[in-house]
C-alpha cells in the first residue's frame, strides 16, 4: 500500500484489520474492564501523535488496554502515560505533565510519539506477524519525518523494530544492542534505548524518574546541538 501524505496513511490505518488476533482482542478489553464500564473505548489501531516534523521520535511498544486503546491517542490515558508525561514536561518537551485525552490540550515540543504496533495485544506481547504486517505503516512515519535526527526506543520490542528497519536499509547495526541508557550512530540519526516506562518497570525500581528525566535531557541537548 502507498500513501500520498500521514493523513492518508491514518486514515487508512484506522480502519486496519489486518490481524485478526488483534482485532479481537482491541475491541473484547473494553468489555473486561470494569473500572471503565459504560465508557466507549477507541478499539481501532491509534495513531502516532506530534508534528511529522520534529526532531526527535518516540517509539513505544503499543497502545496500552485501556490507554491508547480506550482513548484512541498513544500514550494517553493510563500509568504508563502519567510517567511518560512528568518526565517529558520537566524537560520542557511537553506543555503538560500528563496525558489523559484527545481533548485535553496536550502538546509536543520538536516530538513525534508512535508505536511499533498499532493495536493493542494479548498481555503486550506481539506475535512476528503482528509486527510485520505493521511495518507498512511504521516505516512510513519514519520516513515521513524528514527532520529526523534523534530517535528513543522505549523497551526492548521497539528497540529491536527499529534497529532491524535501519539493517534493512543497509546500515551495519552487529553492534546495536539494547541496554538503558546507551546509544549508537546509525548514519545521521543518535538512536537511544530505555526501559519502558510502563508499572512493572517503575515500581520495582527499574526505571526512577531521576533517571528518565537525566535520559531525556542528554536526548534533547543531542537534538537541539544537531
Ligand atoms: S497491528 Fe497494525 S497491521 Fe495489525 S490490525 Fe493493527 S493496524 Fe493493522
New binding site residues.
Given amino acids: 500500500m502507498r500513501f500520498e501524505s500521514i493523513d492518508e496513511m491514518n486514515s487508512k490505518?484506522?480502519q486496519?484489520?489486518?490481524?485478526?488476533r488483534?482485532?479481537k482482542f482491541?475491541n473484547e478489553v473494553a468489555n473486561r474492564r470494569s473500572r471503565f464500564s459504560g465508557e466507549e473505548f477507541w478499539s481501532k489501531?491509534v495513531p502516532g501523535f506530534g508534528s511529522i516534523d520534529s526532531r526527535l521520535l518516540i517509539l513505544g511498544l503499543?497502545p496500552a488496554a485501556t490507554g491508547g486503546n480506550r482513548t484512541g491517542r498513544v500514550f494517553t490515558g493510563d500509568k504508563s502515560a502519567s510517567f511518560l508525561f512528568s518526565c517529558l514536561y520537566e524537560v520542557g518537551l511537553s506543555n503538560r505533565p500528563d496525558s489523559i485525552s484527545r481533548d485535553d490540550g496536550l502538546a509536543l515540543m520538536d516530538l513525534y510519539i508512535t508505536a511499533v504496533?498499532?493495536?493493542v495485544?494479548p498481555g503486550d506481547k506481539?506475535e512476528n506477524g503482528?509486527?510485520e504486517?505493521?511495518?507498512?505503516?511504521r516505516e512510513y512515519e519514519i520516513e515521513s519525518m524528514k527532520n529526523l535526527k534523534v530517535v528513543l526506543a522505549l523497551g526492548k520490542i521497539a528497540f529491536d523494530t527499529f534497529r532491524k528497519y535501519e539493517k534493512t536499509k543497509g546500515y551495519d547495526v552487529s553492534d546495536v544492542q539494547f541496554k538503558h541508557g546507551a546509544s549508537y550512530s546509525i548514519g545521521n540519526i543518535r538512536f537511544y534505548g530505555s526501559y519502558h516506562p510502563s508499572p512493572r518497570n517503575v515500581n520495582t525500581g527499574r526505571l526512577t524518574r531521576n533517571a528518565f528525566i537525566s535520559l531525556l535531557s542528554e536526548i534533547k541537548e543531542e537534538f537541539l546541538s544537531r
Avoid at 486496519?16 to 485478526?20: G, L, M
Fill in positions: 490505518l484506522i486496519c484489520t489486518r490481524c485478526s488483534l482485532v482491541r489501531p503499543a504496533l498499532k493495536c495485544p506481539p503482528e509486527l504486517n505493521c511495518r507498512e505503516f
